[in-house]
């Protein structure tokens, strides 16, 4: 399933690039002319830009909210025909009030700027950007530009983005790329880089091409308000509000357009703790969505049978359970308890063959790193333990960190160590974790088990125990790969992987 996904997407992009099927091209785009307006003395027409509102949800970003609203504040587009609205959550006072003094400092300058608190954090994310939604100025508004706190666009990003949508109105949501500023910190970003680079320069290029459809990345896009009305507006039954808004938005027959020559500056995560919290949340809130959501997909009235395969299949149940369940069960348990019985026999196809054109087609996104392709591989692997606790306990809804949300600390300046009172490199959203669980955890967890991670230690020391079984007993050879892979899960459980947070160094 996943062999047969990957080369079908290859394919597609393959074709849409050899027959240059550019946005711009399957869809009509116009800049927005301004010209002038005689009446008032040859004054640029403003008239003709449509009102934008453009939103930053915050929450004790003390490295990057200048970044972030500095880039905002610096669109190319006429001051009364735009809002920038900073959503701030900041738990933190000396934060919050450094936020509202950088919102204010750029309102002194003349533009549009409105700082935005609110009394309780229902919802996370998705209950700011919904309570955003509900000031007046915004009813002027017909489009959402959204940014997370470390997202920097080009001046001209909304010049480039808009027009897709004034022009085209069955579409939804423009989509950007991402583009790293901190992809060269260290192995953990480069590898980062290879999956996010071929998850948008080929699964979200394929989506947009195919099925004028692909899940909303949460940032660097813009979207059409009454779409996200239509859709049913922000929800906070996942983790994962933007896909759900997304998939919602599909649902009801409106389509989506990525435009990847449009980049937008952001930063990696560089801890493997930070990078961890990350991927549970990345790997359970789809399951979970993919379960409260099966069966209004197979009832949908509105999009036709294809496009309901396509999400039920391809999109839900091949990208984000079976690719994580398919990983850790084949190259870290079946393989290695293979040795362990004569009788189970692994064909070389399935060993060799497979593997490694699923793993070329996906080094395609960063060639340039495609060096570190085998280390990139085993990494993986570790990585989809993780992804694979993740997606059970969505799509079975068990555990307490279904809904868990947790924002991972952003630097701003990579080469600056993070120094915000010795903090650790996550930050937990929820106040009372912040001040309960966490005095509990450090009263109860020793030192070392903040460097250390148990169960990459032990699947590590078991896939290595496989490993010299096949030496001196079975001799079926996989012992390579075995010593390969149980080394990866050991450096990762040894902690070194990434960046070490300032409490452990």
């Not at 399951?287 to 049978?305: D, P, Q, R």
């Amino acid at each position: 399933m996943i062999l047969v996904e990957k080369l079908f997407v290859c394919a597609v992009c393959i074709a849409v690039r050899a027959f240059r099927l550019t946005p711009d091209r399957r869809y009509r785009w116009e800049p927005i002319a301004a010209g002038s307006d005689e009446e008032s003395g040859g004054d640029r027409d403003t008239d003709k830009y449509p009102m934008v509102l453009v939103q930053i949800p915050m929450y004790n970003e003390r490295e990057v909210y200048k970044l972030s609203i500095g880039a905002a504040c610096a669109l190319e587009w006429p001051t009364e025909r735009v809002v920038i609205q900073v959503l701030d959550d900041s738990t933190d006072p000396v934060v919050k009030d450094l936020v509202e003094m950088e919102c204010y400092r750029w309102m002194s300058k003349g533009v549009n700027i409105k700082y935005e608190v609110r009394g309780n954090r229902k919802g996370y994310k998705a209950g700011a950007l919904k309570e955003g939604l509900k000031h007046d100025y915004v009813k002027d508004c017909q489009y959402i530009a959204m940014f997370d706190a470390d997202f920097q666009p080009e001046s001209d990003f909304l010049l480039r983005t808009i027009p897709f949508l004034v022009h085209n109105p069955e579409i939804a949501l423009v989509q950007t790329r991402w583009k790293f500023v901190n992809s060269d910190e260290c192995l953990l970003t480069r590898f980062q880089e290879m999956s996010l680079d071929y998850h948008f320069k080929y699964e979200q290029e394929a989506g947009s091409s195919v099925y004028s459809f692909f899940g909303f990345n949460g940032t660097a896009g813009v979207w059409r308000i009454s779409a996200i009305n239509d859709a049913g507006g922000w929800k906070d039954r996942t983790t994962v509000e933007d896909m759900d808004l997304a998939v919602r938005a599909m649902l009801q027959g409106w389509k989506f357009v990525y435009v990847g020559d449009i980049k937008v500056k952001s930063e990696l995560p560089s801890t493997f703790k930070a990078y961890r919290f990350q991927q549970h949340r990345w790997s359970c809130g789809p399951a979970n969505l993919f379960k409260k959501m099966m069966v209004e997909i197979l009832e949908s009235k509105k999009v036709s049978l294809w496009s309901k395969i396509h999400l039920w299949y391809d999109f839900f149940f091949v990208g984000k359970v079976a690719a994580h369940t398919v990983t850790f069960i084949y190259y870290c348990f079946a393989i290695p308890v293979s040795v362990l019985f004569p009788e189970i026999q692994i064909p070389l196809w399935g060993v060799v063959y497979i593997p490694t054109v699923i793993t070329l087609l996906k080094a395609l996104g960063t060639p340039s790193s495609f060096h570190l392709v085998i280390l990139w591989v085993l990494f993986e692997n570790v990585m989809s333990l993780h992804r694979i606790k993740a997606a059970v306990s969505g799509l079975l809804d068990a555990g307490g960190r279904v809904n868990e949300w947790v924002v991972t600390e952003k630097l701003g300046d990579t080469n600056k160590k993070p120094s915000i009172n010795g903090s650790d490199s996550v930050e937990v959203i929820d106040l009372k974790l912040t001040k309960a669980d966490v005095k509990l955890t450090e009263s109860l967890v020793p030192k070392l088990s903040k460097r250390y991670h148990c169960s990459e230690l032990f699947v590590g020391t078991c896939i290595i125990l496989c490993g010299c079984y096949d030496v001196f007993y079975a001799k079926k050879g996989y012992y390579i790969f075995l010593f390969l892979q149980g080394t990866a899960f050991l450096v990762v459980g040894f902690g070194y992987v990434g960046t070490l947070p300032p409490s452990t160094t």
